[in-house]
């Protein structure tokens, strides 16, 4: 029965080469998008979930409270993961990290910069990224221990056997040595921790310079825990609420314990509530992936049943002879099950071919498990869905034709079969509208970020870490650098400009309401800063070497630092900063330190470059790579320990948009593809239709009408539908789109002509395509289209 099933259906491919065409790269342009989506969606699904025992790790955080709005961070005290230790039993492991830094490593005559961080003891016991050599155990127990990575060990030593031997690293502040404990397997791709090396974080916090994070009153690095199995994590969490308070009177914070392995994708927080994260763009391209294979079953479906007429004498034969309905839809649907067979051998190589530039689209490095059995039960799972939904309604149709109506004279499908077909173009194309309403919009927004006056100017600005003789020969950098035609000015601070560096609460001024505070941004800087990142002054005056005291004394703060402590207080002149009173000597238009997703926040600029460690070079747009060549030459003269590195302003903070254009750029090619699929169905159909109509429109031609009368007799019917499309499908990319929006703290308007340029694109695409079969009809000679059966 099956081997005939299998002639009958290659037969009619081979009979039906246009439909068959069509169908199966429609199908395999559906499948291709599912099975790239579905490997995206795979891996952030399990990100940070492959650790052993991770159902017991927790991230420690903090709601921190500035008057009506509450601030969720990450950030903790850095001696809270001993004291948590210390107090609740339930605490099994508890350790202290630090963010990433980038450190210079010497080994001999090898030197090399490793991007790492600093950590407890406990770390490597809770989160067990697997060792390659050395014990678990001593990796991180003493202060001259360092883990390192397989690929920074071989980038070092040549070698990962390396367990006992030293290393140098060197330090604007001087250098140490330290010994290898311990090297790690490569990170897995399904974790998004980001590190080469590992060194104990006593090594960091006992610094003279780093006694802040002593203090339980200070926040910066971050703590994770392990409980025990028997413990109750809510009830873990409830009894931290009042942690830091106990220990340091009128703190606004309230400490929380999160699954570790739920923070990547739930980690976003509004008003210390859980709202969203990741998960959101996971189920966005997961229904994406579900439509594009929709609208490929839709055409499969449409096509199908467009074509029902020339298969309904098969039909009635069968039924004559005594075929049942039964194996009639197992006959259709095995035709269904076929191509959808040879399509997604073709789907799996087109990612073969497509996976290297969607890794480096989604920052990932996915690859198609062949050896895993679970994935080619999911994917046979989805062939056998996806024959199914296709081949369902076509099957059901045509098994279901009477054989009495099969031997009548007729050329028109049934009522319900035109409006099933009309209703599926409709869906199609609303989704395909929908895309391109949410593409426009992600793009104009990006543009709008990333374009968008922001306080100082970001071209021609470079950015040069201050490390080793830098940092304390800066004067004698910076006075030579100077004498560059090239360069217009110079100037350092500690911030970079690209989100929070440095922040607090302990501002205060007269009129202050006791029961309100603000989060104030605090920003180190040297002389010449402003005029160096063009920032405009609207009130005072500059720092200046003139003034002495005065400015080192004094403050210059951002238009909404000045609003809050002016606003009972109109004639207000100062404030206290940690106690210490600062004369406001300027005033600057606010500025933009984080990114679009955040409302201007208040900030403070301080004459205090004790520990600038970045210098911010405004260079001419005259022969850039000269003058960058010349400040290399001279940073390398006084610091030839240390490589010379810089990087653009407006590159760096493009960065911080790098997860939107990721997702603005899948939606344009989705997009793309989904109207691909949708208009080759349109093709199909559209051919089908002018098939149909060969003998009309011969009588139209004979009776003198024009190719254009023609081409709209088949172009009316489609495009009406398209036209329909777009109404609905703009109304529903409205709504999502301005929900999309609400994340910016500061967004573009949903301008009026975004519609009529997704419809002007669907309406023009699908009109081309429609008219090509309709010209095509079209030119046939009346002769050839009026000839008898």
Known sequence: MFKNYLKIALRGFFKQKLTFFINLFGLALGLWAAILIGLWVKSELNMNRHFTEIDQVYRIMEHQRY??????????????????????????????????????????????????????????????????????????????HIVLTKEAAIKLFGKTDIVGESVLMKESDGESSFIVQGVLESLPTTSNDNFEFLLPFEFLSDKGYNSWMKDWGNNGPSTIVKL???????????????????????????????????????????DGIQQGGRIEYVKLFSLIGLFVLLIACINFMNLSTAKSQKRAKEVGVRKVVGA?????????????????????????????????????????????????????????????????????????????????????????????????????????????????????????Q??????????????????????????????????????????????????????????????????????????????????GFLGTMGFQLIKGEDFSKDKGADSIQGAIINKRAYELITENN?????????????????????????????????????????????????????????????????????????????????????????????????????????????????????????????????????????????????NREFITIVAVSIVIGSGVGYWLMQDWLSGYAYKIDFEWWFIPLAAGVILSIAYLTVTMQALKAAQINPVDSLKGE
Request: proline share 3%.
């Open 67 to 144: 008057g009506s709005d509450i601030f969720t961070t990450t950030s903790t005290p850095g001696v809270l993961a001993k004291e948590l230790k210390n107090v609740y039993p339930e605490v099994e492991r508890a350790a202290t990290f630090s963010w990433n830094e980038e450190n210079l490593f010497v080994n001999g005559e090898t030197k090399i910069k490793l991007d790492g961080l600093y950590a407890g003891e406990d770390y490597l016991h809770i989160l067990q990224y697997d060792m390659l050599h050395g014990e678990r155990e001593t990796a991180l127990s003493e202060k001259s």
């Open 324 to 444: 049942e309905k039964g194996a009639l839809v197992k006959q259709f649907l095995s035709e269904s099950l076929l191509i959808t067979l040879f399509s997604s051998i073709l789907a799996l190589l087109l990612v073969e071919l497509t996976l290297p530039v969607f890794n480096e689209l989604t920052g990932k490095t996915m690859q198609i498990p062949y050896v895993d059995a679970y994935f080619w039960m999911q994917y046979l799972g989805v062939i056998l869905v996806t024959g199914l939904v296709a081949g369902s309604y076509p099957a059901f149709y045509l098994s279901a034709t009477k054989v009495v109506s099969v031997f009548r004279s007729h050329s028109k499908s049934s009522k319900g079969v035109v409006i099933a077909r009309k209703g599926l173009v409709l869906f199609q194309f609303i989704l395909a509208t929908i895309l391109i309403v949410s593409t426009v919009v992600v793009y104009q």
């Open 570 to 714: 109109p004639e207000a002149v100062s404030f206290t900063l940690w106690g210490s009173d600062r004369t406001i000597t300027g005033v600057v238009e606010d500025f933009h330190f984080q990114s679009f997703h955040q409302v201007m926040e208040p900030a403070i600029l301080l004459l205090d470059p004790t520990f600038a460690s970045r210098a911010f070079i405004k260079v001419g747009t005259a022969d850039i790579q000269n003058t960058i060549a010349s400040i290399r030459g001279i940073a390398e003269e006084i610091n030839p320990d240390f490589p010379f590195q810089y990087t653009f302003m407006d590159e760096n903070y493009a960065r911080m948009y790098h997860e939107d254009v990721r997702i603005r750029d899948l939606a344009k090619y989705f997009s793309i593809l989904t109207i691909l699929i949708s208009c080759l169905g349109l093709f199909g159909l559209s051919a089908h239709i002018a098939e149909q109509k060969t003998k009309e429109i011969g009588i139209r031609k004979v009776l003198g009408a024009s190719t254009l009368s023609i081409l709209n007799v088949i």
């Open 446 to 527: 990006i543009s709008f970020a990333l374009n968008q006056n922001l306080g100082y100017d970001k071209e021609q600005l470079l950015v040069v870490p201050l490390e080793g003789r830098l940092m304390d020969n800066y004067e004698v950098f910076k006075n030579r650098i100077d004498l560059n035609p090239g360069v217009q000015s110079i100037s350092r601070s500690t911030h970079s400009m690209l989100g929070r560096n440095s922040n607090t609460g302990g501002v205060n001024w007269e009129g202050k309401d006791p029961d309100f505070s603000a989060l104030f941004e605090i920003m180190r800087v040297d002389y």
């Open 228 to 270: 025990n199995k028997e413990s109750d994590w809510k009830a873990f969490s409830a009894k931290l609420e009042n942690f830091i308070l106990e220990r340091n009177a009128g703190s606004n914070v309230k400490l929380f314990a999160y699954p570790q392995k739920e923070l990547y994708l739930h980690g976003k927080f509004k």
